[in-house]
């Protein structure tokens, strides 16, 4: 089973290079938008908003600066250096976690919105981060959080081979093929992939309400947008 510093060194692998997926034509470009989008419905700048596992910080200096006021964190130490150097001049605190944290730095109340961008995917509890999410969320505040689609065809797929990845992922012959290696050890961290209606329960466990859940549904890539509330204070779900 993966652990948290698994993640960890996962990411300090993929850091140096990370930044360039969000460029013009890279292939994460899509989602600076995308959560800008699904962001703006429901919450308008300048709100405060926390970029959970923010990586090299091209989603939180998207929606700086689109106006709204943002802090970011991740476990990631190369992760967070990259995004320090890459966005010198953009009004963004930024947050180091331990890889083993258990409460987020934040005081309750603090956010109006947090964003995930396929960050709950590699969590190793789940139900800690909605609570912490939700702690440090307003009353009436929101989460907005990517996921893999496990109606896709290549989530299927891979959950197929994961058991294989999670058995070979330190085989010395995967060393010798470093994409086939680093797959691998994605498929390995990537534990949490239940289906969709498995997310919804999650949130519905943890005091939370699904945003118009057919929209959170919609999506052509192989991820799937999730967008709870937290309640107010009004609410007879508190």
Same mark, same amino acid.
């Given at each position: 089973?993966?652990?948290?510093?698994?993640?960890?060194?996962?990411?300090?692998?993929?850091?140096?290079?990370? #930044?360039?997926?969000?460029?013009?034509? *890279?292939?994460?470009?899509?989602?600076?938008?995308?959560?800008?989008?699904?962001?703006?419905?429901?919450? @308008?700048?300048?709100?405060?908003?926390?970029?959970? *596992?923010?990586? !090299? *910080?091209?989603?939180?200096?998207?929606? $700086?600066?689109?106006?709204?006021?943002?802090?970011?964190?991740?476990?990631?130490?190369?992760?967070?250096?990259?995004?320090?150097?890459?966005?010198?001049?953009?009004?963004?605190? &930024?947050?180091? %976690?331990?890889?083993? &944290?258990?409460? =987020?730095? +934040?005081?309750?109340?603090? +956010?109006?919105?947090?964003?995930?961008? $396929?960050?709950?995917?590699? =969590? @190793?509890? =789940?139900?800690?981060? +909605?609570?912490?999410?939700?702690?440090?969320?307003?009353? *009436?505040?929101? %989460?907005?959080? @990517?996921?893999?689609?496990?109606?896709?065809?290549?989530?299927?797929?891979?959950?197929?081979?994961?058991?294989?990845?999670?058995?070979?992922?330190?085989?010395?012959? =995967?060393?010798?093929?470093?994409?086939?290696?680093?797959?691998?050890?994605?498929?390995?961290?990537?534990?949490?992939?239940?289906? %969709?209606?498995? &997310?919804?329960?999650?949130?519905?466990?943890?005091?939370?309400?699904?945003?118009?859940? #057919?929209?959170?549904?919609?999506?052509?890539?192989? %991820?799937?947008?999730?967008?709870?509330?937290?309640? !107010?204070?009004? $609410? #007879?779900? @508190?």
């Amino acid at each position: 089973m993966q652990t948290p510093r698994e993640v960890e060194s996962l990411f300090n692998k993929k850091a140096s290079s990370w #930044n360039q997926k969000y460029a013009a034509n *890279g292939p994460l470009r899509y989602r600076l938008d995308a959560f800008k989008d699904q962001l703006s419905e429901l919450v @308008t700048p300048p709100a405060k908003v926390l970029d959970f *596992g923010c990586g !090299t *910080g091209n989603l939180a200096s998207h929606l $700086s600066s689109c106006g709204f006021i943002v802090s970011a964190c991740d476990i990631s130490t190369k992760m967070m250096e990259q995004a320090r150097e890459n966005n010198p001049d953009v009004p963004i605190d &930024w947050f180091a %976690l331990s890889a083993d &944290w258990r409460e =987020l730095p +934040f005081e309750c109340d603090a +956010f109006d919105a947090v964003v995930a961008s $396929s960050a709950f995917e590699y =969590l @190793t509890d =789940l139900d800690r981060t +909605f609570v912490e999410c939700r702690r440090i969320l307003k009353p *009436g505040g929101v %989460l907005i959080a @990517t996921v893999p689609d496990s109606r896709k065809l290549i989530r299927r797929l891979e959950n197929l081979f994961r058991p294989a990845a999670v058995m070979l992922s330190n085989a010395s012959v =995967l060393k010798q093929i470093p994409k086939l290696d680093s797959y691998a050890t994605y498929l390995k961290c990537s534990r949490n992939r239940m289906p %969709l209606d498995e &997310w919804f329960a999650l949130g519905d466990r943890q005091r939370f309400v699904a945003v118009d859940q #057919n929209k959170s549904r919609a999506g052509s890539t192989a %991820l799937a947008f999730l967008r709870f509330r937290k309640p !107010t204070k009004h $609410s #007879n779900k @508190t």
